[in-house]
Each structure stands twice: as structure tokens, then as C-alpha cells.
């Protein structure tokens, strides 16, 4: 028996944020605690003149939702959204 048989690849988990532009105050503490670094603020202001957060690197989403846990004015939240 070879070393790859029975051994299964992990599944990578895909999510994706959703982000309320206009309540974030730009504090990018969603870009600080973001575990796969998928976050950035965009070069666009919002309607309060402050930088809100992109994805910027979308494949690197889990969907762990730390950016909403950390966020102080409930703008940004994960969510999952398959398992390859």
C-alpha cells in the first residue's frame, strides 16, 4: 500500500463577507484579526469619507466570520458558502 492510499485531501471550506459600506467608520479591524488575509480597504471612500473593506482576495475566504466578530459597528460579516 502506498503512502496516498487512504489518505483523503482536506476539503477547502469557501465563504465569502458582506460588508454594509456605509456604517463602516474604517477602523480595519476586520483586516487586522482576518486569518487569511483576504481583506483590504478599498482605495473608494464611503459616505461618511472613511475606507471601507473589499475582498480582495476572495478564493482566500473561509467564511469564519472574525471580521464581524471584531467589528465595533456591525458592518462587515462571513459567511460560508461551500465546500470544495
Known sequence: MSDNEGTKKPKKVLGTVHVDRDRCKGCAFCIEF????????????????YHPPVLARPDDCNGCDLCGLYCPDFSIFGVMTKVA
Not at 34 to 49: R, S, V
Open 34 to 49: 482576518c486569518p487569511t488575509h483576504a481583506l483590504e480597504l478599498d482605495k473608494g471612500f464611503n459616505a461618511k469619507g
